[in-house]
């Protein structure tokens, strides 16, 4: 067994950014790392006390011996260090954002532990890939086979295939982003966790979740058809709502972060938060930062 000799905040490069009266945590998907949401933190850091950090499987992770592909062979794992860690930092009745692989780790962690979430919002995620009887996951079993053939035998050229595949090309910067952290992912980890995460099936716990919820979807993604965010949306005991960013592909908080942020807010509802109008400060704020 693999243990962590220092905090989960450490190990997990988790930083707290922004002094907002409420907090919001951010997970980065498969292979990733926290530096997918740096386009949209210069907005939410003006109103939250926000989150980010990296799972133990990241590139960014500085010891890589304490990841245990075992051990994370299931998202139960992944949703004890999501709990742990919110643990450790005193985190009460958070705004999730779980990006891909993560909305379903927040949905788990929510079931185990509904105070520490008063809201999630899922985006791009997935409680199944591939299609069964009536439901459409958007891949057949073969193709995921293929795809993890892939990982297994080519993993350097999947790692430059793959994100054309799933990021919008017309942001050639983003599609090397996302190579560039696929290939910062050990490959020992790549495997194992792919098997993970493209073979997981978690509908059965979607009417455990009764934390209200905001799914978020792209016009077009390759990873999750729109079918998948209604069936969510049917399951989910909580109240949920499906919202959808004028985008292609599975990384809109990169591609096309401005609309995302004006989807991603939409569920407030409260009039506190003038998103359309600010729009044109954030652009402003994000030009002074990049």
């Known amino acids: 067994m693999v243990m962590l000799e220092k905090s989960l905040q450490a190990s997990m490069n988790a930083r707290i950014i922004g002094s907002g009266g409420e907090t919001m945590v ?16 210069p907005y939410l850091t003006q109103h ?6 990296d799972w133990l499987f990241s590139g960014a992770v500085k010891d890589p011996n304490i990841f245990d592909p075992l051990k994370y062979s299931s998202y139960d794992a992944f949703a004890n ?11 009460k009745s958070s705004v999730f954002v779980g990006h891909s692989m993560s909305g379903m780790i927040g949905c788990i962690a929510s079931i185990k532990r509904p105070e520490l979430f008063n809201r999630l919002i899922l ?12 439901y459409e996951g958007g ?10 053939s892939d990982v297994e035998c080519n993993y350097q050229n999947w790692t430059s295939s793959f994100p054309t595949l799933v ?6 910067l983003s599609v ?34 009764t934390t209200p919820c905001t799914i978020i979807q792209t016009t077009s993604d390759f990873v999750v058809p729109d079918s998948v965010a209604y069936y969510m949306q049917k399951k989910i005991k909580g109240k949920s709502t499906v919202e959808f960013v004028k985008a292609d592909g599975h990384f809109p908080q990169l591609t096309a972060h401005l609309e995302f942020l004006d989807d991603f807010m939409g569920w407030r509802g409260d009039g ?13 704020v994000l030009l002074l930062v990049f």
């Open 26 to 41: 951010l997970a980065h998907g498969f292979g990733l790392d926290q530096s997918v949401w740096d386009k949209i933190l």
């Open 48 to 53: 939250y006390q926000v989150v980010v950090f």
């Open 81 to 91: 260090d999501l709990i742990a860690l919110m643990d450790e930092l005193d985190l």
């Open 123 to 134: 985006v791009g995620a997935s409680p199944r890939y591939i299609n069964i009887d009536e």
């Open 139 to 148: 891949f057949e079993a073969a193709a995921i086979d293929n795809l993890l």
């Open 167 to 172: 990021v919008d090309n017309n942001d050639p």
């Open 176 to 209: 090397e982003k996302i190579s560039k952290c696929l290939k910062s992912m050990k490959h020992e980890f790549a495997l194992p966790l792919a098997k993970t995460v493209f073979r997981s099936d978690e509908r059965d716990i979607l009417d455990k979740v």
């Open 272 to 284: 506190g938060w003038p998103v359309k109008s600010s729009l044109l400060s954030v652009m402003l």
